[in-house]
């Protein structure tokens, strides 16, 4: 067993759309009122649910990743998780077994590298006996992955939850909660996911009534006893101290790096910033929607993903910041940007009412969230884990070096094949990385590189 693993337990569902994120709120929440020193974490490659979490426990919020993330990095942020708490709460990602297609990167990949118990959490609209039947399946499809209980969300009345504990009771899981329907403690929603933490106005009230819904619910005493670290053989015997010595993530790629940080940029991890502090890199925020420049001092700029496109006619009218980014990359400065960041360094950016926004030009590049003219409806939605190896030697790494990453975007980039789109031809040797599904099926080259700028649609999680 590795002994750097805390105590902790996982909140899961049998799909998405359960209500696991809301209770997990609400849980972190009330375990603050409670006094309780109790650490997050979120499975899968998420941005916006850990803000979440952080607004709800007064602690960050680390994202885990058993497919995109090496073992050693996994192990290395659980024990940071566990430094400050005397157990640790995960979120689970859409269903308990759904990541890659051989499992890896699920929230049952993760129980079995950890040792920790699930707790499911099942919307019982609709059903009665019936969700014995559903308990009973996720209770043997793995024998390995130990329900520690479970709660069932959305109950319509006393009748519906005595029905459910009747039919659940030979299963022998400990029924930890009965969560009724409220439609107040829905949170809202837009296309890659909930809305942002910082722009929900009433978050703390939100949080605050949730742990008061849940504190008559749900049994928190008795499931804070359920976390548990029981490393399971099939993912256990540690790593070694040289894995531990590598900081998970992209490397620095700059010993002072400006990194764009607000709403339209938020998509960035708080344990690559951190593993970019510990390696020695100075980082200095700035907001390209206040109209800041990047430091000028610095010798890279990260812009990470978030939501340009919502913002594309404010950011297109930030002379500063389009004129600091073109000074950074003038005076050799690495400017690297992913999804959001990548687009707004091309040429435009065109939104989803088909209006067309100039971005910085620094790369040969438009994109546009407008449905294609294919007589189908609506936008083509781009998800899954992938793997990348450099075409060239970059500042981010030379050529051959390999990641694991993750794409989820309804962005498409526009060819000079299309009559109506200003864009300048990709030359041979541009293309950034060479791309792979997460079975190892060879996609498109994705990315551009120009010079010191580069940047693609794929958000790196971790080196391989």
Known sequence: MDNRIPPGLLIAAPSSGSGKTSITLALLRRFRQLKRSVASIKVGPDYIDPAFHAAASGQACTSLDSWAMRESSVMQLLETAGERAEFVLGEGVMGLFDGAPDGRGSTADLALMTGWPVVLVIDARGM?????????????????????????????????????????????????????????????????GLIQANEHEALESFLEAAACDIAGEIDCDRLAVSASARLCKERGGGVSGASRSRQPGLKPFGQRIAVARDTAFAFSYPFLLDAWRTAGAEISLFSPLADEAPDLTADAVYLPGGYPE????????????????????RRGACVYGECGGYMVLGEG????????????????????????????????????????????????????????????????????????????????????????????????????????????????????
């Open 128 to 192: 009665a006996a019936s969700a014995a039947a559903i308990l009973h399946g996720f209770k043997t499809f793995d024998p390995r992955v130990s329900i520690a209980g479970v709660i069932f969300n959305r109950v319509g009345s006393d009748r519906h939850a005595a029905m459910l504990a009747k039919a659940c009771g030979p299963l022998d899981v400990p029924l930890l909660g009965m969560v009724r329907n409220a439609s107040h403690l829905q949170l809202p929603s837009r296309h890659l």
């Open 310 to 329: 919502l913002h594309a006619g404010r950011l297109a009218g930030n002379r500063s910041f389009m004129t600091g980014l073109e000074e950074s990359a």
């Open 349 to 464: 950016l065109t939104d989803a009412q088909g209006v067309r926004h100039a971005m910085a030009g620094l790369l040969p590049l438009e994109t546009s969230f407008a449905p294609e003219k294919t007589g189908k409806p609506g936008r083509r939605m781009v998800l899954g884990y992938r793997q990348a190896a450099l075409l060239q030697d970059t500042a981010i790494g030379m050529a051959g070096e390999g990641f694991r990453g993750h794409e989820f975007h309804y962005a498409r980039e526009l060819s000079v094949d299309e009559p109506t789109t200003p864009v300048r031809a990709v030359r041979p040797g541009d293309r950034l990385f060479g791309l792979k599904d997460a079975q190892g099926q060879d996609l498109a080259d994705a990315g551009l590189v120009r010079g010191n700028v580069m940047g693609s649609f794929l958000h790196i999680i971790d080196t391989v």
